[in-house]
């Protein structure tokens, strides 16, 4: 069995994934998702300090409690929590050995926030996301994110991101 290294800390940014990269099942099933990430952190506390839920995919930052690094148990729990009742499509025998479904991809993107400017920009990174995607034009057109909570603390303008449609030229991937 492969041994992970995991990061040290107490904030993290994460990119959680679903297998089927074309599914929209986060935004179609947000409600869902939204109850069970509740139910996790009534259970096992962290802050979210930033997150987005796009169709294939969320981005998320926590701050765990003090002496508590154990984000992968957490996920876990969201990931089969949401999954739970789900219907997915033939899963292999690999997992079907493990209980899984096929409707995460099994592993998750985590990086240990460094300091400030680091969590700043990823904050960003995640704000920006339904943007750079192509899912609006503007980062405040995006419903399923934490942004409209920075705009409504005065963290962050309404306008923040500008419009992509008052920029010319490609950009992204």
């Known amino acids: 069995m492969s041994r992970y290294r995991r990061a040290k800390?107490?904030?993290?940014?994460?990119?959680?994934?679903?297998?089927?990269?074309?599914?929209?099942?986060?935004?179609?099933?947000?409600?869902?998702?939204r109850r069970v990430?509740?139910?996790?952190?009534?259970?096992?506390?962290?802050?979210?300090?930033?997150?987005?839920?796009?169709?294939?995919?969320?981005?998320a930052i926590w701050t765990l409690p003090e002496d508590d690094a154990d984000f992968p148990s957490r996920w876990n729990l969201i990931k089969g929590g949401f999954s739970r009742g789900l219907e997915a499509g033939v899963?292999?025998?690999?997992?079907?050995?493990?209980?899984?479904?096929?409707?995460?991809?099994?592993?998750?993107?985590?990086?240990?926030?460094?300091?400030?400017?680091?969590?700043?920009?990823?904050?960003?990174?995640?704000?920006?996301?339904?943007?750079?995607?192509?899912?609006?034009?503007r980062v405040r057109d995006w419903s399923l994110s934490s942004f409209h909570r920075y705009v409504d603390n005065g963290t962050l303008p309404m306008d923040w991101g500008g419009d992509m449609r008052d920029i010319a030229g490609q950009f992204g991937e």
């Open 9 to 33: 800390g107490s904030t993290f940014f994460f990119t959680v994934v679903l297998q089927d990269r074309s599914s929209t099942l986060l935004v179609d099933q947000a409600d869902r998702l």
């Open 37 to 59: 990430y509740r139910t996790v952190f009534e259970r096992r506390p962290f802050e979210t300090v930033a997150i987005c839920i796009l169709p294939d995919h969320l981005h």
């Open 91 to 137: 899963p292999s025998m690999s997992r079907l050995k493990k209980r899984e479904k096929g409707i995460w991809q099994r592993r998750y993107w985590e990086h240990a926030i460094r300091d400030d400017a680091d969590l700043e920009r990823h904050v960003d990174y995640i704000h920006f996301n339904p943007v750079k995607h192509g899912y609006v034009t």
